[in-house]
């Protein structure tokens, strides 16, 4: 996923151009926001780090300005990882970067930069932590004026997807603490990006319509879920590998899609539940299949997908 072309570009200058000039009475608070700004275009890592860190307690900045001023700030470092990258630096070398950048302000780039570091390092919960937060972030009209492209949206959807699927123990959707709402992989459209299906990470023992005990937490999070926000209708599609008869991926997987509804049922979701198995016939598809081993790939084939209404 290339930031540059996501949109960041025109947002960041947005935030530099228009943040509004401090009073006269707020001298000390305008000096810091120059230099902010003025180390944020020269890329000045020591003296932004060093203006950074005086924001959160310079009494002459207005909480808004001081959020205001954080963000330019982030945007700054992250522009800094973005000139290192274009050079041919290692995203991983970057971390300290991206660190400065969330602890100044919390921004989806960073974020889903984030995302891709613990996904290369193979923790993929934090992965998917990172990455759902970061799709909170893009469908906050406020925290993020200008929405990146939808292809980048689904980038981030896909690969928060396959992260949660591959973690060892169960992810849960945040909740927007304001709302209430639950987030991340649960939110039905990002900004014009419509989620059509959403692989649940509900797994079973092998050959089996057993839930593993990550299994058991998707599932029993998937039913909270629908009776909380009142999903009237949906379907789920069960999955295999290529592994086996067609004939027999294709029992298995009908089989394991009517098991979830089942507990759904019994869970207390009250509303309309289709089944479907497709057995191998529908590969998930990737973001990028290169990162992955084959036994991964096979791990991320056996899934049962959720169809909203």
């Known amino acids: 996923m290339s930031i540059a072309s996501s949109g960041r570009g025109p947002a960041l200058c947005l935030l530099l151009v228009c943040l509004p000039v401090a009073t006269p009475s707020q001298a000390d608070c305008a000096s810091l926001a120059q230099g902010v700004q003025t180390a944020s275009k020269a890329g000045d890592i020591q003296r932004l780090s060093d203006y950074a860190a005086q924001i959160p307690s310079e009494p002459t900045c207005a909480d808004d300005y001081r959020v205001k001023l954080a963000r330019v700030a982030a945007y700054g470092f992250l522009r800094e990882v973005e000139r290192r990258l274009a050079a041919g630096a290692d995203l991983a070398d970057q971390e300290p970067l991206l660190r400065q950048s969330l602890s100044s302000a919390r921004t989806w780039q960073a974020l889903a930069m984030l995302g891709d570091l613990e996904s290369g390092r193979k923790d993929y919960a934090a992965a998917t932590l990172a990455y759902q937060e970061a799709l909170g972030l893009i469908n906050d009209p406020v925290v993020t004026p200008q929405a990146p492209p939808e292809p980048v949206i689904e980038g981030i959807f896909r690969k928060a997807s396959e992260s949660r699927m591959l973690a060892e123990a169960y992810v849960a959707v945040p909740v927007n603490h304001r709302s209430g709402s639950a987030e991340g992989l649960a939110l039905p459209s990002v900004r014009g990006f419509v989620v059509q299906r959403v692989p649940i990470p509900v797994t079973f023992e092998t050959g089996s319509t057993r839930f593993t005990a990550k299994g058991e937490a998707a599932a029993s999070d998937l039913a909270a879920y629908l009776r909380g926000q009142g999903v009237a209708e949906i379907t789920l599609i069960g999955h295999t590998d290529e592994r086996g008869s067609d004939r027999d991926n294709q029992r298995l997987s009908r089989r394991r899609a009517e098991a979830l509804a089942r507990f759904l049922q019994q869970a207390g979701y009250a509303g309309s539940i289709h089944t479907e198995g497709a057995g191998e016939s529908q590969p ?16 991320l084939n056996r899934r049962v997908e959720l169809v909203r209404h």
Do not use: K, R
Request: net charge negative.
């Open 284 to 299: 998930i598809q990737l973001s990028d299949p290169a990162l992955y081993s084959q036994e991964q790939i096979w791990a």
